[in-house]
């Protein structure tokens, strides 16, 4: 490895990204700078990088949203480059531009690239222009619910409510009728406005046997793109993905070509460098629908580096440093298949609920075939302020099989105390007949899962067990009141803890 | 066989369900426990209790190994935390018990139901007025939290009381959001 230490690489996000990202440019022998908000002063990203440097209070929109504290960040810490990880300012394209005045390099596309893909309408039209396959759509919507109205008659229902500058699964919102749509069309206004700071919306034919299929480019700055396959994220819940896999088990060989040929052409067209997804709906039939582009490195890039060997960081560092793509098309030859779960702090028995909160003990997969990409370490709290999607596993298997007994291996593993997570709903998944055949479509979680699958009467059994011994011994009085761990410092147990971290109720484990 | 251990009697609740046992001590750090059917008594099972460090418990029960995690709230109610999962359960002796379940059911009448904030977040939206009737699964509060916006609906229907949320304001999960009285 050549060490590139002037080039200084400022990572404008937090959790599991900001330390994929610091990886990877510490492989590219890159110096690493982290931002961090007064909540993550101890964050993993934070403990990583070569430096860091603090960006204000906890709410994002004081601190990793914070656009005049990072510019300064970046200008008094001599940064070169800045990547924007996803969400936060990703796709946004006033904070691309202002990375270019300042003199800084982005790793992403232009703030022109992204405007022109990050308004959903003007991106119809750009694939539309591109030759790349549409669902029918209507025109941005006036205020005025009437107009939504009418269009959705000529569309057809189930619709789908879309915030033009949303993403990331947020900003939609599926209507069955005209009664959901007249109720959802404010809201989702008005998250649309809260969330992406423009509330332009329009509506989609809803495709509800559909299979989310995307195609991952990368665009060198010498005119030069190459597809690295597909991803399959079907398994969603509110729109937001929970299980990718690749490849998909559906897409023919020339479905896969087209689509990837129409990824790419529809990237030069509108002049685009760096990684980027396609987005399309692959109907019953295997015919493939554009959705959106997205215009920055996405959260489920691991599959596809799994089966590619590709670095998709490593890459992105590289191409905004000027180097031409040195693969061809032809040299693209995954391996294998890949799965990613996403490791949520959420209890999908209450309607996913996020939950925040200390962690108090964390047990990591490991072992061939298995990666964990995660945000959170044991003793740190899961906050209230950010994603509540702490990590993600990914497993590669020599086939799709493999790749899946392999991941419900990892999920057996998988144990985090103090938050629940979704690990359990992960596992329900996996194992699902329909899963294991493959018949997975965008509305597998509406139609398949109840929360009542998730019960654990084995593990409530033995909690009764455990109540009724613990009253006992307290009654005993064999160790005075209570004894507390908070209490037992002079425990003959060396390992137990002389302090609780569980602030609402005490932690008890002393004899 | 006579079993000779002084055993005491224990109701376990967790959810809608209860579960009566009787324990005793053994040797060292272990118990035995003989769950009290209507019926039948099943053989006694042995359950030790050793702590592993970083407030978790190794138990054995019969054959089973757990690792559990114990916080007490008061001195009857426990959330036991194994697997990744929290469970709330409460084990009072048997005469205790049988107070509380009387208590509880003439107390049972239908009383105003507290709609709580489900989690942490930022009210967004109120979409009713003090006094107002509501249908059973009416959106009532729109709370944001984590990006995402969430409909609180009625959970019975009834009329608006003590409504304390508005729009913009940020609350913790659990905190009452208004009264709902049918």
């Known amino acids: ?511 | 066989m006579t079993d000779s251990r002084k055993y005491q009697r224990f109701v376990s609740r967790f959810g809608e369900e209860q579960r009566t046992f009787d324990v005793a001590s053994g040797e060292s750090s272990s118990f035995w426990v003989k769950r009290i059917e209507t019926e039948t008594t099943d053989e006694p099972i042995e359950v030790s209790w050793n702590p592993i460090g970083h407030g978790r418990v190794l138990f054995r029960i019969g054959g089973r190994v757990r690792i559990a995690r114990i916080a007490q709230s008061t001195p009857q109610e426990f959330i036991v935390e194994m697997d990744g999962r929290q469970i709330p359960v409460r084990a009072d002796d048997e005469i205790t018990a049988r107070a509380l379940h009387q208590k509880a059911a003439s107390g049972a009448a239908s009383g105003p139901a507290k709609l709580l904030a489900p989690m942490p977040g930022t009210i967004v939206n109120v979409l009713i007025d003090e006094g107002e009737s509501v249908a059973k699964g009416q959106p009532v509060i729109v709370i944001e939290a984590m990006k995402m916006q969430n409909e609180i609906t009625a959970p019975i229907a009834g009329t608006i009381h003590g409504l304390k949320a508005g729009a913009g304001q940020a609350v913790e999960a659990r905190a009452l959001l208004c009264e709902i009285v049918p």
């Open chain 1, 1 to 511: 490895m050549i060490e590139k230490k002037n080039h200084r690489l400022l990572i404008a996000n937090r959790g599991e990204i900001a330390s994929r990202i610091i990886r990877g440019a510490k492989d590219e022998g890159w110096h690493t700078i982290a931002i961090y908000s007064d909540a993550d002063a101890s964050a993993p990203h934070v403990l990583l990088a070569d430096e860091a440097h603090p960006v204000g209070p906890a709410p994002a929109h004081q601190s990793y949203l914070n656009m005049d504290r990072i510019l300064e960040v970046a200008r008094e810490s001599r940064a070169t480059h800045v990547h924007p990880g996803y969400g936060f300012f990703s796709e946004n394209p006033d904070f691309v531009q202002r990375i270019a005045d300042a003199g800084l390099k982005l790793i992403g596309p232009s703030a022109d690239a992204i405007r022109a893909m990050g308004d959903k309408v003007a991106a119809r039209n750009a694939a539309e222009a591109a030759k790349v396959p549409l669902v029918p759509g209507s025109p941005p919507l006036p205020a005025d619910p009437e107009v939504a109205v009418d269009y959705a008659e000529k569309i057809g229902y189930p619709v789908l409510i879309k915030a033009a500058f949303g993403g990331g699964g947020k900003g939609m919102r599926l209507c069955k009728d005209v009664t959901e749509l007249r109720s959802a069309l404010s809201l989702t206004r008005g998250e649309a406005g809260r969330s992406f700071g423009n509330d332009t919306i329009f509506i989609e034919r809803a495709l509800l046997k559909a299979r989310h299929v995307e195609i991952q480019i990368l665009c060198d700055e010498h005119g030069n793109g190459v597809y690295l396959g597909e991803r399959e994220c079907s398994i969603q819940r509110r729109h937001q993905k929970l299980i990718e896999e690749t490849p998909c088990v559906v897409l023919a060989p020339e479905t896969r070509r087209k689509m990837g040929e129409a990824a790419v052409r529809l990237a030069l067209d509108i002049g685009y460098h760096n990684a980027a997804t396609v987005e399309f709906l692959l109907d019953e039939k295997g015919e493939p629908y554009f959705l959106e582009m997205n215009t920055r490195l996405q959260v489920e890039h691991p599959i596809t580096e799994m089966v590619t060997g590709i670095d998709l960081v490593r890459a992105q560092l590289r191409i905004a440093d000027g180097e031409p793509l040195p693969w061809t098309q032809d040299e693209i030859d995954p391996k294998g298949a890949a799965i990613e779960c996403r490791i949520i702090a959420e209890d999908a028995m209450a309607g996913f609920v996020p939950q925040s909160g200390p962690v108090h003990y964390a047990r990591l997969p490991q072992g061939p075939g298995v990666r964990n990409d995660v945000g959170f370490l044991p003793g740190r709290e899961i906050s209230v302020h950010y994603d509540s999607m702490i990590g993600k596993l990914i497993t590669w298997g020599n086939d799709r099989e493999e790749a899946r007994t392999r991941m419900l291996r990892a999920l057996d593993e998988y144990l985090v105390e103090g938050v629940r997570t979704n690990v359990d709903f992960q596992r329900w998944a996996l194992s699902h007949p329909e899963f294991i055949a493959g018949n997975t479509y965008t509305r597998f979680i509406d139609d398949h899962f109840r929360p009542e699958m998730l019960a654990r009467p084995d593990l409530e059994e033995d909690a009764a067990i455990i109540a009724a011994v613990a009253t006992y011994r307290h009654r005993m009085g064999s160790s005075g009141p209570i004894a507390m761990s908070g209490t037992n410092s002079q425990s003959s147990d060396p390992n137990a803890p002389r302090r609780s971290p569980w602030k609402r109720a005490r932690s008890w484990s002393g004899r």
